[in-house]
């Protein structure tokens, strides 16, 4: 059962989790934390799902962090430590779906909801959201994996800059430094732009999906080379040898005949 301020719901092959906290402007509490990371568990073993989008309920925040009037009572090591491990559960459960994950932005993503969305695979915005590495300006550093993520996303350089300057960026200025990949056109529902992005996803069979996100995971992880390969040649033996391939092979012969 998926509890109070989370809902997830089935649309054909694709998984809609949806953080549901707008009067909170999506704040991540540790429940919901704890929520996400059994919906996304559970998901994982659901053999029909090909894409999972995660979004946020309204359209001022994706999740603006993490429930700062709840955090405020973690004062002592071992809770803080609790705190950051029950989060990094969580997003990590997120990271390891095994399909792509669209977070669907729409509205600002910041602090521990930057994180959140660096977790997913890809970001699609609303053309009003915007995303920030907030959490210097309460003096702290990364603490889910989403400082790991922006670094495997933009380099150390440029994540360095983010994190210190701890600055807010517009859609545009996001997808320009490679931490959305697309923006909705002004006016545009967010629906149908995660929709345009995740056609062409779609397009694939589930075991070619799996496959790719299976060796896009590892490397992630920071899986060395005798494993990534090991990785991809099992995944393309298993994908060589299925029937949809063949069924493909077949069509693409045809037309050349």
């Given amino acids: 059962m998926v509890p109070r301020h989370l809902s997830a719901e089935r649309r054909g ?11 909170k402007r999506n704040a991540l509490s540790v429940g919901l934390l ?8 559970g ?12 979004t946020g309920a309204g359209d001022r ?8 009037r709840e955090l405020d009572a ?13 989060a990094r559960a969580a997003l990590d459960a997120v990271r390891r779906l095994p399909v792509p994950v669209v977070a669907a932005l729409n509205g600002d993503a910041l602090g521990g909801g930057a994180e959140l969305a660096m977790a997913c ?13 907030v959490q210097g300006r309460l003096n702290l550093s990364t603490g889910w994996g989403g400082g790991i993520d922006l670094i495997r996303l933009v380099g150390p350089s440029a994540a360095l800059r983010l ?15 490679g931490l959305v990949d697309s923006v909705a056109d002004p006016g545009q529902d967010l629906d149908a732009a995660v929709e345009a992005f995740a056609a062409p996803i779609l397009a694939r069979p589930a075991h ?5 996100k299976a060796l896009v995971r590892a490397a992630r992880e920071g899986a060395p080379r005798a494993e990534l390969d090991a990785v991809e040649h099992t995944r393309f033996v298993e994908c060589w040898l299925h029937e949809d391939h063949w069924e493909a092979a077949s069509r693409v012969l045809a037309r050349g005949s």
């Avoid at 973690?74 to 029950?86: D, H, L, Q, S």
């Avoid at 807010?168 to 200025?173: M, P, R, T, Y």
Wanted: charged share 25%; with cysteine; proline share 2%.
């Fill in 163 to 177: 994190l210190t300057a701890a600055e807010i960026l517009d859609a545009s200025a996001a997808r320009a430094c």
């Fill in 13 to 23: 092959p694709v998984l809609v989790v949806r953080i549901d906290r707008p009067e």
């Fill in 34 to 41: 704890e929520a996400l990371r059994t919906t996304f568990e």
């Fill in 61 to 68: 925040s994706f999740a603006a962090g993490g429930d700062l």
């Fill in 43 to 54: 998901a994982a073993a659901e053999d029909g799902i090909r894409l999972a989008v995660l």
């Fill in 121 to 133: 695979d890809f970001r699609v915005a609303a053309h009003h959201a915007r995303l920030g590495f």
């Fill in 208 to 212: 070619v999906l799996r496959s790719v």
């Fill in 74 to 86: 973690v004062r002592g090591r071992a809770e803080a430590e609790t705190m950051a491990a029950t």
